[in-house]
């Protein structure tokens, strides 16, 4: 990193170090100059330092009028103090400052670029006082005394040194407004308000209400009213603005363009700390806190780099979304290669219940969801502590499942037998339950019905002596009844690329859930639905239901919305209900765009 050195510098009084006098003691021919130097995290510079001191007849550019370095030593606060001119036994020559033209210095540290120059005060042009005993170079005997014009006969001899002739006067016309500061216009003698106003308190420029010290106004709407302030420079330490509070916990901030590193970068340094707090490096990419100072540099790696190095409990504060939208917070994260996806991590964006989910809008999906009671669900919205719609699959030798009282199954059940405890029985296809499930106990029968009959032509068979036909027996399971008690429970059901009739606009997916009573009842339900654009809309249901014997049926629902600005409305569809192994389903069978699939019982 560049060495930033704060230099706080003055050319101090010479009262006690050019002393004109009116005999013949020589002025000194010396300039006393002090400051201070600092290291760029604001602490005093240590050490011996060289210093390059330079006299310029303007603030930019030109060569140097007079040089000399010196070697200081500064004092434990930074301070530092030295005599222009000591390293020469002649001092600074008379000559430096003979006219009555400004001199800048200039200064240097250690080879350093040059620091911006300061102007000379009026106290080093003493120096030309050591003329002061004579006028214009002429003694004083070259000159009339007022005693000699009042005796009289010295104006004999004198002569005008220049010719009688009239002083044309200035003719300057116009006029201005109080406050403004006046101009010349185009003729040069006409004067005309300026853009700048001045209150006495305030500055306006290009306004006459200035409300801040210094107060820059356009009103020009176009392209080219977005051109207000330029700062530009030459120097190799760039351009920058600084921004300093002396208040109590005020700071020392600046931004600007090339001066941290000279690499071409924008950055806004915090002097107090030593530290770029944001960088923006000439290929575009971000950096928050990858810059620390004192040649803790790291580039940006990436288009936005945010880098903590603090390892205290603070530290962890590094980013947050923030807001109070009924859509959420989320963040998407989309991949426009080939095979890439459109994800969105976030909170509160897909159910508005607090959740933290993973939604996959390529899919129009929700990947994994966690519920603000801590319940996780992949696939689905949980019920228990993990719910997973699919597979599961656990890999690994000795790997398993962990139950609450420590014992661990790390295989499936084998014809060798397996150990658990079984928490709940349903009654499959032949079996009766009563309760059904059991989950505490209950009873379980054999629901069967026998047939007999003619197996085809008798057949001899020896035993002892009697003959016997072949007969045959069977026996198999009852079929199953349904009914309105058959179908109590709770159903999860989802749809995608249908808009039911009553919804809101855009609706590309959905998902719910049913409570049957078992009585013809909806007691409850949950719809949501999301859009295309990834907003969702929730609501509750109730309603009736029917089913016959066969499995057929009907369902009226009633729609109430549960997030602000969703729909009220009512829907009604047909139902068949069948069994699937040991749960049973629903499906719609008349298309109306409700259930794309089955309602499976939980």
């Known amino acids: ?45 240590m050490g011996t330092v060289g210093l390059t001191f330079a006299l310029y007849a303007d603030q930019h550019g030109g060569a140097p009028l007079w040089q000399e370095t010196q070697n200081v030593t500064p004092n434990p606060q930074g301070h530092y103090t030295v005599l222009l001119g000591s390293t020469k036994s002649e001092g600074m020559s008379i000559d430096l400052f003979a006219s009555n033209e400004a001199r800048w210095l200039g200064m240097t540290v250690d080879g350093d670029p040059e620091q911006a120059r300061v102007l000379l005060v009026s106290v080093p042009y003493a120096l030309k006082a050591a003329n002061a005993e004579a006028l214009g170079g002429k003694p004083a005997s070259s000159f009339v005394t007022t005693e000699q014009i009042a005796a009289g006969g010295a104006m004999s001899s004198m002569q005008p040194a220049v010719a009688a002739g009239t002083v044309a006067s200035a003719n300057i016309t116009g006029g201005g407004t109080q406050n403004y500061h006046a101009k010349f216009d185009n003729t040069g003698t006409n004067l005309v308000n300026s853009v700048v106003y001045d209150d006495g308190t305030h500055v306006g420029v290009g306004t006459s209400s200035p409300g801040f010290l210094l107060d820059v106004q356009n009103s020009d709407a176009t392209a080219t009213g977005a051109s207000l302030l330029r700062i530009q420079t030459p ?13 109590t916990n005020g700071r020392h901030f600046s931004f600007g363009s090339n001066f941290v590193l000279g690499q071409g970068e924008f950055g806004i340094y915090d002097y107090n700390s030593g530290a770029a707090r944001l960088w923006i490096d000439a290929t575009g990419t971000v950096g928050v806190g990858t810059f620390g100072g004192q040649g803790n ?5 990436f288009t936005l780099d945010v880098q903590n190095t603090d390892s205290t409990g603070n530290g962890q504060h590094v980013f947050r979304l923030q807001t109070p939208s009924t859509n959420g917070a989320v963040m998407r994260l989309v991949s426009t290669s080939a095979n890439g996806r459109d994800w969105g991590v976030g909170s509160n ?12 809008f390529s899919a129009v999906a929700t990947r994994l969801l966690l519920d603000a009671s801590g319940n996780v669900g992949i696939g689905t919205t949980p019920t228990q502590r993990l719910e997973v719609a699919g597979s599961l699959k656990l890999d690994g030798q000795g790997n398993g499942i962990v139950f609450p009282d420590g014992s661990v199954q790390t295989k499936a059940s084998t014809s060798s037998g397996g150990s658990g405890t079984v928490s709940s029985v349903t009654a499959g296809p032949g079996l009766i339950s009563s309760p059904n499930p059991i989950t505490t106990s209950g009873n379980i029968a054999a629901n069967l019905t026998v047939a007999g009959g003619d197996n085809g032509s008798a057949t001899t068979v020896a035993r002892g002596d009697h003959l016997h036909d072949a007969r045959y027996v069977q026996i198999s399971p009852q079929g199953f009844s349904y009914s309105a008690a058959s179908v109590s429970g709770r159903y999860a059901f989802s749809w995608t690329g249908g808009i039911p009739s009553g919804q809101f606009i855009d609706v590309v997916s959905a998902t719910g859930t049913l409570q049957m009573d078992g009585k013809g009842t909806i007691t409850s339900g949950t719809l949501q639905e999301f859009s295309s654009a990834g907003t969702s809309c929730g609501s509750s249901i109730t309603g009736q239901y029917t089913v016959s014997t066969s499995g057929q049926g009907s369902a009226v629902v009633s729609i109430s919305p549960i997030t602000p600005g969703c729909p009220t409305g009512s829907a009604s569809f047909e139902i068949e209900v069948t069994q699937q192994g040991s749960s049973l389903v629903f499906a719609e069978t008349d298309n109306s765009g409700w259930i794309a699939g089955t309602a499976i019982r939980q």
């Open 1 to 45: 990193m560049k060495r930033l050195f704060r230099l706080v510098f003055c050319v101090c009084s010479l009262a006690g170090f050019l002393s004109i006098s009116a005999f013949s003691q020589e002025v000194p021919r010396l300039i006393k100059f002090g400051g201070s130097l600092t290291t760029a995290d604001g602490s005093p510079r």
């Open 235 to 247: 120097s190799v330490n760039g351009a920058r603005l600084d921004f300093i509070s002396t208040s």
């Open 297 to 301: 540099f790291s580039r940006p790696a």
């Open 349 to 360: 964006f897909i159910l508005g219940q607090g959740e933290f989910g993973i939604y996959d």
